[in-house]
């Protein structure tokens, strides 16, 4: 993406909610403050592809984060049924290894071509924002720190042909200067500073976390957030005010 890219179009909403009546209802209050909006397992699972159709003809564009992660052949195939959804992102878990994130990058493509749409970019999950370097040892059984996984992962998802990574604000820095200024950084884990401890109510699942502002100095091309504006009393001032974040010099 480009940096002079808008704040309007880095902040991403996740519709983190149970039904499409609710999505729809998120989007009408999001409509003109945002461009984009990223779908997940649950309204996925809730609602499937009609979500994504209510969003796109609002006029938002789709992050689907589905995280694949299954052998190559069957994300490849689900690559390649999301890229005719007309989602312009989407994502697969860069630890299914080199094969696997091959496979959806060369779907990606072929299905683009196929169907005469644009390619969606494709990214690797590196080390869920949920997770700290105490978890990644001790239960996913990685013994390393969470940067050199992160970089490690981030650099297996280039090797593939993905065009980019998810990772939390932490990681934002090095792999910046790792991978240069055209790899895609998408960061959730976004917390409003009042509160946002780790550990606090307001950071709630997530351990790896920053402010807005704070990631996209650190050079994120999209920030994700969820609950910060879903589950605010007022989604759309809650997204104003980080649009406004992002756009202060
Ligand atoms: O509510 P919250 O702001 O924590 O939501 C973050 C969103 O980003 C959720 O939809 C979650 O699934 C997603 N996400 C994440 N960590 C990743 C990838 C996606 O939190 N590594």
């Known amino acids: 993406m480009p940096t002079s890219a808008s704040p309007a179009d880095r902040l991403l909403v996740a519709l983190d909610v149970p039904s499409l009546d609710e999505a729809d209802a998120l989007l009408g209050r999001l409509d003109g403050i945002i461009t984009g909006c990223k779908i997940g397992s649950q309204l996925f699972t809730a609602a499937g592809p009609a979500a994504i159709e209510t969003a796109r003809k609002r006029g938002f564009r789709v992050f689907l984060d589905l995280k694949y992660h299954d052998i190559p052949n069957t994300v490849g195939a689900a690559v390649r049924q999301a890229t005719r959804l007309g989602v312009f992102m989407l994502n697969v878990h860069a630890s299914g ?11 990606a493509a072929k299905a683009a071509g196929d169907f005469a749409i644009p390619r969606p970019l494709c990214l690797g999950v590196t080390v869920l924002t949920s997770l700290d370097r105490r978890a990644l040892q001790r239960e996913v059984g990685v013994p390393m720190s969470v940067e050199s996984h992160v970089l490690h992962l981030a650099s297996l998802a280039r ?25 895609v950084i998408v960061t ?38 969820g609950r ?22």
């Open 159 to 183: 090797e593939a042909g993905l065009d980019g990574c998810v990772a939390s604000a932490q990681e934002i820095s090095p792999l910046r200067v790792a991978m240069g200024p055209r790899w």
């Open 97 to 107: 290894g080199l094969a696997m994130a091959r496979a959806a990058a060369e779907a």
């Open 188 to 225: 959730p884990g976004i917390r409003f500073e009042a509160g946002a401890a780790v550990g606090s109510p307001r950071a709630d699942d997530q351990v790896r976390i920053a402010t807005p502002r704070r990631a996209l100095v650190a050079g994120a091309d999209y920030l994700v957030v």
């Open 228 to 249: 910060p504006v879903s589950a605010a009393k007022d989604p759309a001032a809650a997204a104003a005010a980080i649009v406004a974040e992002l756009a202060t010099p």
